[in-house]
């Protein structure tokens, strides 16, 4: 199974986002981003969904355009709400609909050990949709899911800071370049 720890700094920047289901949205995308897609076969999906849900995941041919169509209903419910608007209702109840699948389950080792089995995709999909709901009808929607705010970024996080102003998905790299590219627009970096 993949680790977090195991990704290059780019793929690591995708899974900073606060929320395992909105890591999901970074695995890939429709039209023009879909260039970016990691989810191309069942073993791409069972190596992400093991890497989101920490347990590792088998994944048949069928669950491709399923976990696809998941996630890009997922991302694209989350970047209604970040820009104040209404999510379409059939994205709405595709992530309902994954979100009333079976759930993984955690399984009792001994008392105060507790570990999640490998499971199968369908169940990992729908525990990421379980939290997708809880996201998107909690607390966290009010203007806290956002969109990074350096041009060449778009990708989605959750603003768990306890001011609420973070504005960059990662601030070691989105946004230290920000701050760099500001600073040298106000003639910080003329070498005079």
Do not use: Q
Request: proline share 5%.
């Amino acid at each position: 199974m993949l680790r977090r720890e195991d990704l290059g700094a780019d793929d690591a920047r995708r899974f900073r986002t606060g929320a395992d289901c909105l890591d999901l949205t970074h695995t890939g995308a429709e039209g023009r981003y879909a260039v970016f897609e990691l989810l191309h076969a069942p073993e791409d999906v069972g190596r992400w969904l093991g890497l989101l849900v920490r347990t590792p995941v088998a994944a048949r041919d069928e669950d491709v355009a399923e976990v696809r169509g998941v996630r890009n209903a997922i991302g694209r419910v989350a970047r209604a709400i970040a820009a104040g608007d209404a999510p379409a209702a059939a994205d709405v109840a595709r992530v309902n609909a994954a979100a009333a699948g079976a759930p993984m389950v955690e399984e009792l080792v001994r008392p105060g050990v507790a570990h999640r089995p490998p499971t199968t995709a369908g169940r990992a999909l729908a525990s990421l949709a379980r939290e997708a709901v809880e996201l998107f009808g909690g607390p966290l929607a009010d203007g806290r899911i956002r969109v990074c705010g350096a041009e060449d970024c778009g990708l989605l996080f959750v603003d768990r800071s306890r001011p609420g102003r973070r504005r960059w998905c990662s601030m070691e790299r989105c946004g230290n370049r920000a701050k760099t590219r500001g600073y040298r627009a106000r003639g910080g970096a003329r070498g005079d």
